[in-house]
């Protein structure tokens, strides 16, 4: 489940930055389970404790890099929630809210925002966080030796940072920009001490240092990352309940990429919090099937969907009709139901139902079989071989479609098996390639010799708070890499008239000529047959022995300033 977006630096082996003595009592404190109440993820079996250790198991590929801003996926989104905090926050409804940055005026222009940071509030290192220290955040995320991705994009239009006093910085910006504040509330634009910045990448990637309620004491590679509690935490996000450091003494976070792995352990009391469970464990989980001890946590990404995106920049989905034949043929209803057993809802829109301003047109995505029959032949592919593939000038009518299987879990895996059989039907040969995080971001690299993509379909899921996500997708700019390398706009769209539409509602401020510019530039991706969309970005967490976890609104990561192990 690992967004699409590159981190390229890797890290010391094996830093080490606990002794071995206080390693092995983390280990052995981490292997203490606990019961907590199924259902909504906060009720307990036992009395809720002081300190302790959480441990956190994750099937989501494991950063080359743990500073966000390198790259920027979601596995470095879900740790660095734990240890960096961004300027603002936003709640479940989409609003923004105070946090580093506690108030905020931008000009009748649009062009300069003025940001007043709290006050009395240090990096972990003792750096201030103030003006300058946002400077330098800025100017990390510019500077293509970073080789950012979605932080990059999402300050993008900030040409200049004026320190005003300690507490007060202005951005002056190149355009307007509406999505500015929540651009600044995800993880990859979080603040972090200058002076950790300053040591190297190298240094920075390992262990960066920020104003969280947590920090990074040890990464050991394919093994784990340990976080020991601030002690001194003050900043205080949307979601903290109460003042002063969290309740946990530290959080051991594993890498087991098995998700019946995972459950297992979850089920043992050998950890406390999963991700990315299977929808099976999911429905054991919520009915009770496998023991009353066990808590679900939904918390849909914001920004797009799961869905698959057509390339429509060479053949064969260079033709709408083609794009319309193999949505119409792929029938990925009856997959969905059966697969995820009632947990993921069928999308019809570009955007995830985390967003208020999602447009959704089921009228699009009716299977019709006859219709995709009919469209094939009037784009030229009129012919089949002896395999009962359609071909065209001697060519057949071929998809590849790369498969990350640190992002796909079993269920997706073998809904993408069922569209390959479905939409052999009508004469497609889909080519699923299984491929690991690293050789599927080389595989969606741009081609260096202005040549074809090596795909024709892939599932790409991206993550970014609010509805500015469908410019970061399916603007022309898009089809050009960030510094990290990768570029977003997978579906290949260039078109001029949603390109304006797009930087139009980009500039605007007022919410309802907004949202009807976004629901103009949604019709455009939906009518235009660029993308198949699936079901919101999945996001589960399964917990046991835990009370108190919560998810951010912004980027819906869990985060335990609340959190408190449960007596067995």
Request: glycine share 8%.
């Amino acid at each position: 489940m690992a967004d699409a977006r590159l981190s390229t630096v890797s890290p010391r082996r094996g830093v080490r930055l606990a002794t071995g003595a206080a390693v092995l009592t983390l280990l052995l404190a981490a292997c203490s389970g606990g019961e907590s109440g199924s259902g909504n993820g906060d009720a307990g079996a036992g009395e809720p404790v002081e300190g302790g250790t959480l441990v956190y198991a994750t099937g989501d590929a494991e950063p080359t890099c743990l500073d966000p801003h390198v790259g920027g996926n979601y596995p470095q989104a879900l740790l660095s929630t734990q240890y960096l905090e961004p300027l603002v926050g936003r709640d479940a409804e989409g609003q923004i809210q105070p946090w580093l940055a506690t108030d905020w005026e931008v000009s009748e222009d649009g062009l300069t925002w003025d940001l007043t940071l709290a006050e009395d509030i240090t990096f972990t290192d003792g750096t201030p966080l103030d003006a300058e220290a946002v400077q330098a955040n800025i100017e990390h995320l510019q500077d293509p030796d970073t080789a950012s991705s979605t932080g990059f994009l999402a300050v993008q239009k900030i040409a200049e940072v004026e320190p005003v006093d300690a507490t007060h910085v202005r951005f002056h910006l190149s355009e307007p920009d509406s999505a500015l504040l929540e651009s600044l509330s995800m993880q990859w634009t979080a603040m972090q001490s200058p002076a950790g910045i300053e040591r190297g990448m190298e240094e920075n990637c390992a262990a960066p240092i920020g104003t969280g309620p947590f920090t990074v004491s040890e990464w050991v590679p394919q093994q784990h990352v340990i976080l020991e509690r601030n002690e001194e935490y003050t900043s205080h996000g949307p979601e903290a309940e109460r003042d002063g450091a969290a309740h946990l003494e530290r959080i051991e976070w594993r890498f087991l990429p098995d998700p019946a792995t995972r459950w297992a352990a979850l089920q043992s009391g050998e950890v406390h919090v999963i991700d990315n469970p299977e929808p099976e464990a999911i429905v054991a989980a919520e009915t009770g099937a496998a023991g009353e001890q066990f808590s679900h946590l939904d918390a849909p990404r914001p920004g797009s969907v799961n869905r698959i995106e057509l390339n429509s920049g060479q053949a064969p989905f260079d033709d709408e009709r083609v794009r319309e034949a193999f949505i119409r043929s792929s029938d990925v209803d009856p997959g969905i139901e059966a697969l995820y057993q009632g947990v993921a809802t069928r999308s019809h829109s570009p955007l995830s139902s985390a967003e208020p301003m999602a447009y959704s047109d089921p009228s699009l995505f009716g299977t019709d079989l006859e219709a995709a029959e009919r469209l094939l032949d009037e784009a030229g592919w009129d012919e089949t071989d002896a395999e009962g593939y359609r071909v065209k000038d001697g060519e057949r009518l071929t998809v590849r479609f790369p498969v990350s299987t640190n992002q796909s879990v079993a269920a997706e895996q073998a809904l993408f098996e069922q569209i390959q059989a479905n939409t052999r039907e009508v004469g497609f040969e889909v080519i699923l390639t299984p491929l690991d995080l690293s050789a599927w971001y080389g595989t969606l690299a741009a081609p260096e010799d202005g040549g074809d993509n090596a795909y024709e379909a892939v599932s790409a899921p991206y993550t970014k708070v609010g509805p500015d996500v469908l410019r970061t997708l399916y603007h022309s700019a898009g089809t050009e890499p960030a510094p990290s390398g990768y570029f977003a706009n997978l579906s290949q769209v260039t078109d001029e008239e949603l390109d304006a539409t797009l930087e139009e509602a980009a500039r605007i401020t007022d919410p309802d000529e907004r949202a009807a510019l976004y629901e103009q530039a949604q019709r455009t991706v939906l009518e235009g047959y660029y993308i198949l969309p699936l079901y919101d970005q999945q996001n589960h967490f399964l917990t046991r022995g835990v009370t108190g976890v919560t998810t951010l609104g912004t980027v819906a990561t869990p985060t335990f300033i609340n959190a408190q192990l449960t007596q067995q």
